[in-house]
């Protein structure tokens, strides 16, 4: 079956310090991979996405990810975070054999303590 | 703003009844997709319109029904509502080039309804 797997619930981490949020997911066929955020009150919002070519890809805010296919993942990065990162943020993953949909991993929220 | 509207942004219903909630699309968008978020959650997906009609459907209900008009708007119907159906409901809207081609665009999403079943 389709899923998508993050491995962290909740993070809670010190301005400046790295972030990596672990994304993994089981799809057959070619996949279109992306990280949302969900800011407290607002609307969930694209952050980053990869469809093909470099799988290094850079989004909004400093935040990158990179696309390993040989591990099925798609962690999402950020060298040092900032206050304002303090949010939910959603794996996602689309087409594979159901090109229709797009699913989403259950979200880590992240805690960025002053 | 994504330009996606919902509506209505709260409403309150006991168990059994039935809800029409509305999304508006954002313009030049074609599909429009619904997803159910309980809380502490992710999204999960319960189906998509395109050129209306139903274009992929996740693991939900028949009770759990949709329309797509031809301004490509939509309303998400469910019936018999159950309490395990209090959650917050997203519409988004995305752009499907050809059909039963990949999604490759991203999706925009509503700020979404908030059921509560009593």
């Known amino acids: 079956a389709q899923s998508v797997s993050q491995h962290n619930h909740h993070v809670i981490l010190s301005e400046a310090a790295s972030l990596e949020l672990g994304c993994n997911y089981s799809y057959g066929g070619t996949v279109n991979l992306f990280w949302y955020v969900q800011y407290p009150g607002q609307h969930l919002q694209l952050l980053l996405k990869y469809f093909s070519g470099d799988p290094l890809v850079k989004g909004i805010k400093g935040f990158e990810a990179e696309f390993i296919k040989s591990k099925f993942s798609f962690n999402l990065r950020k060298p040092s975070v900032q206050w304002s990162d303090t949010a939910e943020y959603f794996c996602a993953v689309s087409g594979g054999y159901n090109n229709n949909d797009m699913r989403f991993g259950a979200g880590t929220r992240l805690t960025v303590k002053p | 703003e994504t330009g996606v509207t919902q509506s209505p942004t709260h409403l309150i219903k006991t168990r059994g009844q039935q809800v029409t909630l509305r999304c508006s699309s954002q313009s030049g968008h074609n599909t429009v997709s619904w997803y159910q978020q309980a809380l502490g959650q992710g999204p999960q997906f319960i189906f998509q319109y395109y050129r209306e009609e139903e274009n992929g459907r996740g693991n939900f209900p028949p009770r759990f029904s949709g329309l797509q008009f031809p301004n490509y708007s939509s309303e998400l119907n469910v019936n018999a509502l159950e309490l395990d159906d209090s959650a917050l409901y997203l519409c988004?809207?995305?752009?499907?080039?050809?059909?039963?081609?990949?999604?490759?665009?991203?999706?925009?999403f509503g700020e979404g309804s908030r059921l509560t079943v009593l």
């Open positions: 988004a809207s995305s752009k499907l080039a050809g059909g039963w081609g990949s999604n490759t665009g991203e999706l925009f």
